[in-house]
Each structure stands twice: as structure tokens, then as C-alpha cells.
């Protein structure tokens, strides 16, 4: 692991969940830019002290030279910092597990996509709400038919944490993504990016253009807070994306609703277990995750019995084990299994072009602007 050091968030929901499923095992890291803090950070998840490194680029190629090295490293570090750290891994031939948004520019995943293609190695994202149980559902819905021909996409993602300029304080978290040149951006790169990669999971077809309207809502912030965006997807859909971080009253809104032709579907993060469907003409149905409501791309990602809720915990387990099903793959010259799914570094690069096509389209005046592929 490179981050997740002492007081950081995300380094300790992916070391829960790399284990959740006995598939991999923590033996190294480089858990902070200081050496004290990095060791003391090692020690207390009972790591071997010559594992714990004070910089990244020592561990890439110390673990390299190790016959019992790390097979793959998980980066969460701030934004900056994982196109440099993805890179020393790859050169190292090393897999990655990469959060997102995967780097601050599109020129940096680009480098990333290629430089990962040429080493032949994976590289993986974890946009984790892609591996909900009723997400998979959704998307099997959509791939099925179901809704009939798609029409509108509504997706947002509102919290409330940055309501109040935190960053003044001194707020770890809020510190760095407030600062554009280590996010890259704000609630775009930060909650729009998991708001669109959800969209594009279920929906499953690209966004051809888009118009957004960016705004810095707290004064005296120097990135973006509230986003919203307008899309026209290949096919003819049209859809609206809001990202907040001063949404007061919304803590972790992501909420998705796809309707096309023939019915409707409704899912949010907070009732994770639960996707409402509506046919054409019908009443709502609520299909409930660990029940037979649910489809067999719901029950592949299902854990306990229903009514014991699932959620944030376990879907990014989920992704972690899909991951590993194609590490394992890749170990043993085989094939994973082709229902193992999980966002890669191509997916990673579309995240950051959506990005920079929003900042594009405000910077403009909200014009419409196509979106690259
Ligand atoms: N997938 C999700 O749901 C999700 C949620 C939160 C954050 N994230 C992403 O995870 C990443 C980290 O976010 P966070 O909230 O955990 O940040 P954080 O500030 O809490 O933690 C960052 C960690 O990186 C360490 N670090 C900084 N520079 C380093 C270096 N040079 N070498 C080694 N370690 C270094 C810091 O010491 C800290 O331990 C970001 O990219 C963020 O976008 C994803």
C-alpha cells in the first residue's frame, strides 16, 4: 500500500476490504511522505519494519528485487501523487489498484494506459460503487432490455462535509482537495467522477456531449463545490449529473435514475440493498438484494441472507474480489472467470477526459463541447 498512513480515511477501507474475502494479504508499504509516521503507520498493522518504506520509489524497486515481493500495490495517496506512484510500480512491473480520480490529467492517465499496456500488467480503479449487488443488477436490467430503449439518466452525488470552508482549519481530507493542484479539481474530480462512473456502469454507453456549470459556492474556496452538468448520451439519451459537497442534509446521496421506454429503475447508495422498478403502467416494485426479486448479477456479489444490510464495506470487497479473480488469473496463465468485472485503467482515463471536458464546458460558459474517446 502507498498511503493510508495514520489519520488518513480511504487506505483503511481498502485494507478491510482486500481482506474481507481472504484473497490478499498486506506484507508492505509506504503509508506516508514521512518516514516516522510511515513506520509507526507499518507497525501497527504488524508489518515486517524492512517493509515499511519511507518513499514509494524505494519500495517499487526494493520489492521488485525480492523474491517474495508484492504482487500489486494499492495507491491512496491524494490526487497528485498516483501518476508518479502508479508509474514507479508499473516500471517495476508490479500490478495496480489505483483509486480515482486515477490521475489530474488526461495526459498523465494516457501515460499510465500506455505504460501499463507495454509492462502487461493490470491496473485497476476502484470506482467501488460499481460493485454493489443491485447496481450489477441495474446494469444486467439495462444489458437485458428491460427498460426499453434508454431515455433519461439523472444521476447525483450530494454531500454536505465542505458546507464550511474546512480546508481553513486545517482538515486533513479537506485540505488537499480543495487545493487544485493535488485534486485536480473539486467535487467534479472528488464525487461527480464516482456519479458518472456509476452512470456509465449501468447505463453502459458513452456520454457524447455535455454542458456544465461549475461553481465555487463557500467563499474564498479555489475549487469547484456544485457541479451540474447536462449530457446527451450515444444512442439519444439525454442526462443531468449534480455533484454538491455543500448539499446541507445529504451525507452520501449518490442516487441513480434510468428510465427508458418500457419502465424505470431507482437506486441509492444510502438503501443500498433495494432498487425500485417501475414498468410501464405498473406499480413500483422494490427488488431486494439476497431475495429472488434479485437476478443472478445481484446474487453473484450477495454475502449474507437479506434483511442483514450490505454495503459500502462489502461492494468494495466485491471490487477487490473481482480484482483478484484476474490477478489469480493472471498468476496461473488462465482466464478469469468473464463475469469478474472492475473499472481499469481505460475506464480511469474516460473518468479524467469527463473531467476535463466538464471544466472545459464551464470555463466556456457552460457551452456544449463533445466529449472525447
Ligand atoms: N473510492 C472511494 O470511495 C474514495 C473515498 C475517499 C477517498 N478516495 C480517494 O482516495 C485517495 C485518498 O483519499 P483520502 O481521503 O484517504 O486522503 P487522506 O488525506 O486521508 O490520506 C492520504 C494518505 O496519503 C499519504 N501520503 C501523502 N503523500 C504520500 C507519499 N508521498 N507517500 C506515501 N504516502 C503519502 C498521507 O500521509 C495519507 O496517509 C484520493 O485519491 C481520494 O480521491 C476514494
Redesign the pocket.
Known sequence: M?????????????RIAARLDDRYELVA??????AG??QR?GQALGLDPQRVYA??AAMARQEAARPDGIEAVS?????H??AP?ARAFLEAGIHVI????VTTTVEDARMLQALARKQGLLFAV????SAYPMVRQAQQMVREGQLGELRVVQVEYAQDWLAEPLEQDGQ??A???TDPAK?GGGAI??IG??AWQLADTIVGRPVQALAADLASLVPGRAVDDNVQVLLRYQGGARGMLWASQVAIGHANGLRIRVIGSAGGIDWCQEQPDELLYTPLGEATRILRRGTASAGAAAARLSRIPGGHPEG?LEA?ASLYSEIAAHLLARRGGGNAPSDAQFPTIDDGLRAVQFIETVQASARAGGSWITVPH
Open positions: 502507498v498511503g493510508g498512513g495514520e489519520g488518513a480515511f480511504i487506505g483503511a477501507v481498502h508499504g509506504a503509508f506516508s511522505s514521512d509516521t510511515s503507520s518513499d514509494y495507491i491512496v495517496t491524494p490526487n501523487l498516483h506512484v489505483c483509486d480515482k480520480p476502484t470506482h467501488n460503487y486533513k481530507q485540505a488537499w482537495r485534486s474530480g472528488d467522477t464516482h459500502y468494495f
